[in-house]
């Protein structure tokens, strides 16, 4: 493995020495240092990207740049950024070995023109929910499970849409659900849907003029969302790597749901306007009784992929 720069670390350009590395800024999805930061002896900051390295060693970064070229580009930007204590960012510490200190992954482009204090204050209650810690993603389970076990196609009961009390407004429903491992006892575990009453233009979003299919594991379908049944239901989980999701109050962007573990934003369609998430949430299957029982089928997709790859 190739060193990585380290804090503190002395900054040579091909002419000169001009400071040391007083931050490292990490990309949040291949969790690689992109940019180190650089103090410049008393000329300020300046943010070098990973291409201008040339070697590191343990305490000295070299520059394939002279130091003219280093001045040259624009001061480092904090406002730009949200350190990673802000942010959680799953795995980070695994993968990045810098010394503890300031790591710093880029501020969600959206809310670029919000100022970086405001930015967490944007979301009613946020705080305690962003440091609250990530729901890990149960990835023990996947492997425990047989790959030919069929997919469970029962509906559930959750609740009553009667709960709903406003269109286009996110309402997690809690439901438990048993589960039966190979080798383990039955045992239940908690899980959520969210469910909008969605408007028509919401609908339209959601499913673009088309009913939804949802199939088996032989591809034969088990279910069709009505592009026009007005209850959306998505899965509880973010499309990007599983955490739990919310939906919040942000001053700019109005009503959003918001994943606190990269800060993915989607809207009440679930189309992803900011942060990491490859795919918009996922919709599940939903039928609603004349007296407003909802029922689902609980469905479960691949974190982390473009396609939707279901894996429950
Ligand atoms: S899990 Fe990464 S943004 Fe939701």
Same mark, same amino acid.
């Given at each position: 493995?190739?060193?990585?720069?380290?804090?503190?670390?002395?900054?040579?350009?091909?002419?000169?020495?001009?400071?040391?590395?007083?931050?490292?800024?990490?990309?949040?999805?291949?969790?690689?240092?992109?940019?180190?930061?650089?103090?410049?002896?008393?000329?300020?900051?300046?943010?070098?990207?990973?291409?201008?390295?040339?070697?590191?060693?343990?305490?000295?970064?070299?520059?394939?740049?002279?130091?003219?070229?280093?001045?040259?580009?624009?001061?480092?930007?904090?406002?730009?950024?949200?350190?990673?204590?802000?942010?959680?960012?799953?795995?980070?510490?695994?993968?990045?070995?810098?010394?503890?200190?300031?790591?710093?992954?880029?501020?969600?482009?959206?809310?670029?023109?919000?100022?970086?204090?405001?930015?967490?204050?944007?979301?009613?209650?946020?705080?305690?929910?962003?440091?609250? =810690?990530? /729901?890990?993603?149960?990835?023990?389970?996947? #492997?425990?499970? &047989?790959?030919?076990? @069929?997919? +469970?196609?029962?509906?559930?009961?959750?609740?009553?849409?009667?709960?709903?009390?406003?269109?286009?407004?996110?309402?997690?429903?809690?439901?438990?659900?048993?589960?039966?491992?190979?080798?383990?006892?039955?045992?239940?575990?908690?899980?959520?849907?969210?469910?909008?009453?969605?408007?028509?233009?919401?609908?339209?979003?959601?499913?673009?003029?088309?009913?939804?299919?949802?199939?088996?594991?032989?591809?034969?379908?088990?279910?069709?969302?009505?592009?026009?049944?007005?209850?959306?239901?998505?899965?509880?989980?973010?499309?990007?790597?599983?955490?739990?999701?919310?939906?919040?109050?942000?001053?700019?962007?109005?009503?959003?749901?918001?994943?606190?573990?990269? =800060?993915? /934003?989607?809207?009440?369609?679930?189309?992803? #306007?900011?942060? &990491?998430?490859?795919? @918009?949430? +996922?919709?599940?299957?939903?039928?609603?009784?004349?007296?407003?029982?909802?029922?689902?089928?609980?469905?479960?997709?691949?974190?982390?992929?473009?396609?939707?790859?279901?894996?429950?």
């Amino acid at each position: 493995m190739t060193m990585q720069p380290k804090l503190k670390s002395r900054v040579r350009c091909t002419d000169r020495e001009i400071g040391e590395v007083t931050k490292v800024v990490v990309d949040p999805l291949s969790h690689e240092i992109s940019h180190i930061v650089v103090s410049m002896n008393g000329s300020g900051e300046r943010q070098v990207a990973m291409g201008h390295v040339q070697a590191v060693t343990d305490s000295l970064v070299e520059l394939r740049a002279p130091s003219s070229d280093i001045l040259a580009l624009p001061p480092f930007k904090r406002d730009d950024y949200v350190t990673t204590h802000e942010v959680e960012i799953a795995h980070l510490e695994e993968k990045v070995h810098v010394t503890p200190g300031e790591v710093l992954v880029p501020f969600p482009e959206l809310e670029k023109s919000v100022k970086r204090r405001t930015f967490f204050m944007n979301f009613t209650h946020a705080i305690g929910f962003l440091i609250g =810690l990530p /729901i890990a993603f149960p990835i023990l389970r996947y #492997l425990m499970k &047989p790959m030919y076990q @069929p997919f +469970d196609n029962g509906w559930l009961k959750i609740g009553n849409v009667g709960k709903i009390k406003q269109d286009d407004i996110g309402v997690q429903f809690k439901y438990k659900k048993k589960v039966k491992e190979a080798y383990m006892p039955e045992s239940e575990i908690e899980k959520n849907v969210w469910i909008l009453k969605a408007t028509p233009a919401v609908l339209e979003k959601v499913y673009q003029g088309k009913d939804m299919e949802f199939r088996d594991a032989a591809g034969k379908t088990v279910w069709t969302n009505k592009k026009d049944m007005p209850y959306v239901a998505f899965s509880g989980k973010c499309p990007h790597l599983g955490c739990g999701y919310k939906w919040r109050q942000h001053k700019v962007l109005g009503q959003v749901f918001l994943c606190p573990c990269h =800060l993915s /934003i989607y809207d009440a369609a679930g189309k992803v #306007l900011d942060g &990491p998430a490859p795919r @918009p949430l +996922d919709a599940l299957p939903i039928k609603v009784s004349a007296g407003g029982d909802v029922e689902i089928i609980d469905m479960e997709f691949k974190a982390g992929t473009k396609s939707q790859i279901r894996i429950i």
